[in-house]
């Protein structure tokens, strides 16, 4: 059966199997490139990249057993949480300060305090 695991479509060897393919040509093909192993793993967990597996023979077999690789790999991957843009301001804000403007009077480069000289660039930024 096909996995999904961080938006690669995976096939273990247990499902490799399942599908009437033989340890032998999991071993074979794995030495000489003809699939890509995913993750690594024990006892028939290891996981196979579907999308690399060259040979057809193997790909119809696999496809007979579990369907057609196209109609199961759109499934959404998985973005993570939706970011809440208040949020994010309140913690910039709070971490960072205000953005101020740059006084041009002011002579120093620090656009985060304004000097108490010049007041009326101070007002402008309340």
């Known amino acids: 059966m096909y996995q999904m695991m961080d938006g690669h479509l995976c096939l273990s060897v247990e499902s490799w199997l399942e599908a009437g393919l033989t340890r032998d040509q999991f071993k074979k093909d794995s030495r000489s ?26 790909i119809a077999a696999i496809e007979r057993a579990f369907g057609r690789r196209e109609e199961q790999g759109k499934a959404p991957r998985a973005t993570g949480p939706a970011i809440d843009a208040e949020a994010a301001a ?30 009326t660039c101070s007002a402008d930024s309340r």
């Not at 910039?92 to 108490?116: A, L, V």
Request: hydrophobic share 20%; proline share 11%.
């Open 33 to 58: 490139g003809d699939l890509t192993i995913y993750r690594r793993g024990q006892h028939d967990r290891t996981l196979i990249d579907v999308w690399s597996i060259r040979r057809p023979e193997r």
């Open 90 to 119: 309140f913690f910039r804000d709070y971490t960072y300060g205000r953005p101020r403007r740059i006084c041009p009077k002011t002579p120093s480069r620090d656009t985060r305090t304004t000097p108490p000289s010049c007041a």
